[in-house]
């Protein structure tokens, strides 16, 4: 009694069918899986900026008029900067939380640099520095060519620098105005409102 199976022939036949298809349908999987890999990466650049911008605005919330020392021993205003300075944005932020009850005080000096191409936010465990003390670093966002900041006065309109010129002019502005330049996206605006206490 013989038994039923499949010839040689009918073997290289459906081999044949096989990798035609395959080949047929190689460069659809590699391509969705390419428009997978460029969604992800899409995904966290978009994570990336909101996360930034949520610092920013976390920080900027809590702006408050204090003075400071840098580490020459010169006075620095509550809040200083503009496009094109070392710091880009530097200020006094209070709601500084301690959890463990270290002795520092709850006001941060913090500030906003673009160096390499990444934006940057510093922070110092003091508010008036000495010459040796370090700024803790943390990395926003990469691959920005530019960052410009502007101020607006208490007149309404927008300033290239703070603090501004005119002594009289309250210390603080009204809103701080940021535009990121992305390399991949553009420029990205956002105006963050500054709540007088």
């Known amino acids: 009694m013989r038994t039923k199976g499949f010839t040689l022939l009918e073997l290289i036949i459906a081999i044949a069918i096989f990798a035609l298809i395959s080949a047929m349908t190689y460069p659809s999987m590699i391509q969705i899986l390419d428009l997978g890999n460029q969604a992800q990466q899409q995904a966290d650049r ?61 006001l941060q000096r913090v500030a906003y640099l673009l160096a390499d191409e990444t934006l940057i936010r510093q922070s110092w465990y003091v508010l008036d520095r000495a010459s040796d003390t370090l700024a803790s670093e943390q990395p926003l966002m990469g691959e920005v060519k530019a960052v410009e900041v502007r101020f607006m006065d208490d007149a309404g309109k927008w300033q290239d620098f703070w603090p501004p010129v005119d002594p009289a002019k309250p210390p603080l502005p009204q809103a701080i105005g940021i535009a990121v330049e992305l390399e991949d996206w553009g420029r990205i605006n956002r105006v963050f409102r500054i709540v007088h206490s």
């Open 46 to 106: 978009l994570t990336e900026l909101q996360k930034a911008m949520t610092i920013i605005a976390r920080d900027v919330r809590q702006i408050v008029d204090r003075p400071v020392r840098d580490s020459f021993g010169s006075e620095e205003k509550a809040v200083v900067g503009g496009t094109g300075s070392t710091a880009v944005l530097a200020f006094s932020r209070s709601g500084w939380r301690n959890p463990v009850g270290m002795a520092r005080p709850h």
